[in-house]
């Protein structure tokens, strides 16, 4: 398709601009967070998993019945068809 | 090595199932009995891999409740057992496992809400990598263009799902105030996720940017990228995605072949 | 992590307090810049190509010594020791050049799985056999000394011959590792397995010993009886800390350090912690001159 040659070579060209200018962020840095929507997922101090040496004190607690049944915030998602075979 | 080993066998053993008693004679009982012992060390392997998924998944383990959330983990480790000193890639199946898991199947989300915290767990410890220097396009000849491939930064995914995961993800942060109630009905994401600074982000992207990066992703050419991008919204800014995919360190490489 | 060559260099570790690091307090760390003298960090939590946890470690390293503490090597395996594990150790030993690297005296894997727990050894001459040998791999490995610390337990075998305090120092006059002697976990075991705490200082050898650990322990109660569990998520009890007055007066002052895994405090509680361990060192210190 010579529509996508021509755009590529444009958008190409526009990169090596960029190399002359600086890779800066753009000043609508902002604006393109507003189109987007981007969420801040991880603070620097999030966690993750440790590898620990410690041992634990707490009982299993396997054998419970309710604990087979998802209780959490999933309660407050609503609408949509989201069981199985609806 | 006979004795060692066979020591060691057994006790696995009794690690994985309650019912397994071969360890027992290698116990003293003193006091307290020898099956009560070992107990403590099902406890301590038990939570340490639960401990280690709960650490990837916070927003699965508040979905579900810490105790069903305790229940997976538990059929977790048994039919996806760790097998290494390592903790980092244990978990890589939680998503697969969810989708298969029968309690949870009215929760058809989960296992992409888990694929969004397995994208952010590893983007949190993958390697950098400098960024493009733009000017090196120079040399290449303008007619090879469409030819080129980008090399992606190791600490960027992409990941789409039908539902809203980024809002049932963003609701469910401690420190989320407003209501959090979510609409599945509402149209799903597609995300690129991504680390800068030190901080990761989702991006959400719309469908023909996620299409254009996912081809560049798969190792395919910018032409055939812009070509599958184009084929979703005719109207699809190559321009922009491209200068923006750049300048945010997400393409860092270019090669032709 | 970015390969830069020679940025890191060994020192000598100071026999001085110093506390673990964990990802909750990096941000603390870097901002408080606290009078501690080292920090230690899990050799695994590291295993990942870069990312967050090298951007604090580097900056971390840069002002600090640093201790490597392993806990996934599975030292006492009779599977064969994991290339991949000890490659990448070596890389980061290469890379952040840590003052002391240790590993613990236990095993946690059989036929491939790995329980990600510190399982008891049988103390036997064929385990001794066998840790030496390993001991020994690991050292050729990673052309460092490494120093080895005995572990919590609460359990005992049948077929055990050589008592614990015996096994420790054998493996590493054997092999020519150093101790890493973690007097709470002695605590643990001497009140799990009814022997005298003061028997197991005297029989380890001075010289050996390179690191003293300190951690909070739980009394778990069973209708029969009581164990005590090496849960790293409570302040070290009084008792611990006489036995350690007593290690640092037998072994001399020696680099501690205060261990918390579950449960994590904020940042001051461990230094508070370490000030205490501190001045049994300078005790010690001002008897020596």
Known sequence: MTNTKTLVSTAVSSLMLLGIAGTTVPANAADMEKCYGVVKAGKNDCQTANSSCAGTSTKDGQKDAWLFVPKGTCEKLVGGNTKAGA | ?257 | MTARCEQFAVRSIPARAGIGLRSEHYQAVIANRPQVGFFEVHSENYFGSGGVPHRYLETIRADYPLSFHGVGMSLGSVDPLSTAHTRRLKQLVDYYQPDLISEHLSWSSVGGTFFNDLLPLPYTPEALHHVVDRVRQIQDRLQREILVENVSSYLQYTHSTIPEWEFVNEVALQSGCGILLDVNNIFVNATNHNFDAQTYLAGVSPQLVKEIHLAGHTVNEFEDGSILIDTHDQLVCDEVWSLYRGAVSRFGPKPTLIEWDTDLPELTVLLEEANKAQAVLEAAHDRVA
């Open chain 2, 1 to 257: 090595m006979t004795g060692l080993r066979e020591l060691q066998q057994a006790f696995g053993e009794s690690l994985r199932s309650e019912q397994a008693m071969q360890l027992a004679p290698w116990i003293c009982a003193d006091g307290i009995p020898g099956m009560r012992r070992v107990q403590i060390y099902r406890n301590n392997h038990a939570t340490s891999l639960t401990e280690a998924l709960r650490a990837a998944y916070p927003v699965v383990e508040k979905l579900v409740s810490e105790g069903f959330f305790r229940f997976a983990a538990h059929r977790y480790t048994r039919k996806f057992p760790s097998t290494e000193g390592n903790l980092h890639g244990f978990g890589r199946d939680f998503a697969r496992f969810l989708g298969q898991f029968p309690p949870a199947k009215d929760h058809r989300y989960l296992p992409d809400v888990a694929r969004l915290e397995w994208a952010r767990h590893e983007v949190y410890h993958a390697g950098g990598h400098a960024p493009m220097a733009p000017q090196s396009l120079a040399a290449v000849d303008p007619a090879a263009y469409e030819s080129l491939r980008f090399t992606i930064h190791p600490a960027r995914r992409l990941l789409r799902s039908p539902y809203p995961v980024v809002r049932i993800w963003e609701v469910n942060q401690p420190d989320w105030k407003a209501g959090q109630t979510v609409d599945l009905s509402a149209s799903g994401d597609r995300v690129l996720v991504l680390r800068t600074q030190g901080q990761i982000e989702f991006h959400r992207l719309a469908p023909a940017e996620y299409r254009f990066l996912d081809t560049l992703s798969a190792g395919c050419t910018l032409g055939r990228a812009a070509e599958a991008a184009l084929a979703r919204e005719p109207d699809f800014d190559l321009n922009r995605s491209l200068v923006k995919h750049v300048q945010n360190h997400t393409l860092v490489g270019f090669a032709l072949a």
